[in-house]
């Protein structure tokens, strides 16, 4: 009889895992099937710009002109089928070699440009960009003296762009080419970004700490950045090469 009950046990437990299993999977809404653009257009455009499209199961920037070129094609996109509020946000990820992008939430349109509205999660070649790029005016104009040359800490892959770097010690970031994987989980309560399985940064929202970063740096004068509790999930272009895949959120 005790034989009998463990193996009642074990096969409900079993059955158990399977259902949450199936339930969690429900949850997930797919930004992207691999094959189409529906769903995506131009921040503050009508129709998905020119390089932007589905190739090899990727929804990817494709051109062949040069890094950071003047590309009047190009420009940042949403995922405009609907806004999302407290949620888990999964893609797949790749870029070249010197290679700038990265993932807008919360994101309203009418700016200018999304930067100045919404947080980023910065995609970016930590080991090649500023051997290929010129930082030296830019980054003296954010008042980074000390080596204006080199990529700071809070540009760097799976930081919250200008606001917490990602931790090093905690960041395992793939070779320019290769895919990675990122997590980003929004709640009022914390935010959490993960890179290929490894949280690199989490925060507290709106908190005095998240105040004090904003007003004391890049976004100083960017009245609205970061206020919105609701918005587009959206990709920034920077005129080079970039491909997302098995873009997904769940909604918490």
């Not at 190739?55 to 420009?75: I, S």
Request: charged share 25%; glycine share 8%.
């Amino acid at each position: 009889m005790k034989q009998i009950i463990s193996v009642l046990l074990i096969a409900m437990t079993i059955l158990s895992c399977i259902t949450t299993s199936k339930n969690s999977d429900s949850d997930w809404v797919y930004l992207f099937d691999g094959k189409s653009t529906e769903g995506w257009r131009a921040y503050n455009g009508d129709t998905l710009p020119p390089g932007w499209v589905a190739k090899n199961g990727a929804l990817t920037f494709d051109t062949e002109l040069g890094l950071e070129q003047d590309y009047k094609g190009g420009k940042d996109i949403i995922y405009a089928a609907e806004e999302f509020e407290n949620f888990e946000f999964y893609v797949e990820w790749k870029i070249p070699e010197g290679g700038n992008s990265g993932i807008f939430y919360h994101l309203k349109e009418g700016y200018k440009t999304p930067p100045e509205v919404s947080p980023e999660y910065q995609l970016i070649d930590d080991n090649n960009y500023a051997k290929i790029h010129d930082l030296t005016e830019y980054n003296t104009s954010l008042g980074y003296t000390d080596k204006p040359e080199e990529l700071k800490p809070l540009q760097q892959t799976a930081s919250d762009y200008a606001m917490h770097a990602s931790n090093p010690a905690d960041k395992i970031l793939h070779p320019v080419g290769q895919w990675n994987t990122t997590r980003i989980i929004f709640t009022p309560e914390k935010v959490e970004y993960w890179l290929n399985g490894k949280m690199t940064v989490s925060f507290v929202p709106w908190s005095e700490d998240w105040y004090e970063r904003k007003n004391s740096d890049k976004w100083k004068n960017s009245k609205d950045y970061g206020k919105y509790k609701t918005g587009f999930i959206g990709f920034q272009d920077h005129s080079s090469p970039i491909w997302f895949r098995n873009i997904k959120i769940k909604k918490l």
